[in-house]
Every structure is written in C-alpha cells, then in structure tokens.
C-alpha cells in the first residue's frame, strides 16, 4: 500500500506564505515525478508545479517567481513553498506522485493525495 499525505494547508491573509509538504510511504523503491494540482468549483484540477527525480522543476505561469517545489529524496517528501499568495489561490491542493513499487515486478505507478485546503482571504 502505497500511500501520500498532505498537510500545511490553511487560512492566510493575501501576501501571506505556506508550506505544502507531500509525505509518501508504503512499498516505494524509488519516487519519481511528483506534481502538485489544484482544484476549485469552478477549475478542474490544474498543474501548479512538478519535479522531476533529479530536481528540474516547472511551474505554472500563474505561480511562477511566487511558488517553489523542492524534494527530499531520503524523506520521499516533497514540498510547495508559496509566498505573495493571492485570492485566487484559494483550492484545493493535491499531490501526485510517480513511483516505482519495490516489490516485483517493480512496476512504475502513481497515486493520489487526498488533497489540502488553502484559503486566502483578501
């Protein structure tokens, strides 16, 4: 069972700053890309930034120079700073992650967060 968390969501005040952290656990041998999403009532669920196992990263234009993605290979967490948040911030936050199953036939899958809440309140 391979498993994901998030957590740092909450309630901040425009320009305000949180950390998303993106813990995963279970059978993984190794963590491959990983992507954070969001998602509102009126937005499907859009990339906001991913990283690659080596560390190259890309963001989306709405979150580019606010937001930044970075890893902890040894944890198998990743994490999504975001500074100078704006209202329209405000989503739900997913992680995804693709992963290498430590079991044989050491398949290469990929999973789901139950997702964060960010508000951001103007």
């Known amino acids: 069972q391979v498993q994901l968390v998030e957590s740092g969501g909450g309630l901040v005040q425009a320009g305000g700053s949180l950390r998303l952290s993106c813990a995963a656990s279970g059978s993984i041998l190794s963590l491959n890309a990983v992507g954070w999403y969001r998602q509102t009532p009126e937005i499907q669920r859009e990339l906001v930034a991913t990283i690659t196992s080596g560390g190259s990263t890309n963001y989306a234009d709405s979150v580019k120079g606010r937001f930044t993605i970075s890893r902890d290979n040894a944890k198998k967490t990743v994490y999504l700073q975001m500074n100078s948040l704006k209202p329209e911030d405000t989503a739900v936050y997913y992680c995804?992650?693709?992963?290498?199953?430590?079991?044989?036939?050491?398949?290469?899958?990929?999973?789901w967060g139950q997702g964060t809440r960010v508000t951001v309140s103007s």
């Open positions: 995804n992650a693709h992963y290498t199953h430590s079991w044989p036939p050491y398949r290469n899958l990929e999973v």
